[in-house]
């Protein structure tokens, strides 16, 4: 008998019929997130699950899948699975890296750009009717060019942000547990700092790490007031890395310039105190969101999740020592 994998919501249908190959497939075909309790439900048969950051895969849910085999996660990111609770029960996890590195960078460089030179606002601007002539300090901005940029985790995308900046001539430090090898600092002439040092000494600040224990809130009072009043914070990677709460406080305080948000800590609410801010720049979590990486995404995922039930190694698993 063919292993039932469930789809839990809508995909790119490239990964249908990738996992039709081997599999029965359940197919949530909507862009509705399962409640937990019919995610339970859905998953008393299921071997493979092929799943979104939208859902939560915790260990009492997981707890609740007898049969399962795998969890494939169409995002880099794979913060909303208990990969403990499913290594525990021998179950593997798959993510996505790679094929957004540059989507999410393009991204992140147009989030930038657009805060500092306030692009949303000149757009309102216009569209509504308010523009009169040309004015020498109409709608001003920050300079991007040649300032310093802060990259807070130089992995896949930060170093990708990294190579952006380099066209724009930015002088870069990053922060990161471990100094990346010397050919990668060579190469986009970056300076390992610690965070404090980078965060007094930056003009932009980029976030690119994973949302784990140790990076939830990871800037908070503290760092947002060692920041540079002039200086833009830029998020591209989890919400829960910045303390929203005290970052709208601190914007409202004029302790840094402005913000680019595209992620948030309680997706999809937005801190009210944030809409109601002139100088940060909103997205809802399009990072990736670009047609071919979602279909390539959505693929990669569907093919990890044959693999292991077809008794292969998948291409990316996040807890390869289930493989044995
Ligand atoms: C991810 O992959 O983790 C992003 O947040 C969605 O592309």
């Not at 019919?38 to 007898?66: K, M, N, S």
């Not at 060019?145 to 900046?165: E, F, K, M, S």
Request: glycine content about 8%; overall charge neutral; charged content about 20%.
């Amino acid at each position: 008998m063919k292993p039932r994998v469930l789809v839990t919501r809508h995909v790119y249908p490239a990964a249908i019929a990738i996992l039709q190959e081997d599999c029965t497939v359940d197919y949530h075909a909507t862009h509705d997130v399962l409640a937990p309790d019919r995610l339970v439900r859905r998953l008393q048969h299921a071997q493979g699950v092929v799943c979104q950051l939208t859902d939560a895969l915790t260990a009492d849910v997981i707890a609740e899948a007898p049969q399962l085999k795998v969890i494939a996660n169409i995002a880099v990111g794979y913060d909303n699975v208990d990969v403990p609770a499913a290594t525990a029960r021998g179950i593997v996890v798959t993510h996505t890296p790679g094929v957004l590195t540059e989507a999410t960078a393009d991204l992140t460089f147009a989030l930038l750009l657009a805060t500092a030179r306030r692009l949303p606002e000149a757009e309102r601007f216009l569209r509504g009717g308010r523009w009169q002539r040309w004015d020498v300090d109409l709608l001003c901005g920050a300079d991007v060019h040649g300032r310093t940029l802060g990259i807070v985790g130089l992995g896949r995308i930060g170093q990708a942000v990294a190579r952006r900046a380099r066209g724009f001539g930015m002088p870069l430090l990053y922060s990161a547990p471990r100094p990346a090898p010397e050919a990668i600092e060579r190469e986009l002439q970056a300076r390992h700092v610690p965070l404090d040092t980078l965060l007094q000494h930056s003009d932009f600040v980029t976030l690119h790490v994973p949302l784990r224990d140790d990076t939830r809130h990871l800037i908070s009072v503290e760092q947002l007031c060692r920041m540079r009043r002039s200086a833009i914070l830029v998020n591209t990677s989890r919400g829960p890395i910045v303390d929203e709460a005290a970052l709208v406080a601190a914007l409202e305080e004029g302790l840094l310039a402005g913000a680019g948000l595209d992620v948030f800590e309680h997706e999809p609410q937005v801190h009210p105190g944030l809409l109601a801010l002139p100088n940060v720049v909103l997205l809802p979590h399009v990072g990736s969101a670009t047609v071919p990486v979602r279909t390539r995404m959505c693929a990669l995922a569907a093919g990890d999740c044959a693999a292991v039930l077809r008794g292969e190694r998948p291409a990316h698993p996040v807890n390869p020592e289930v493989l044995g």
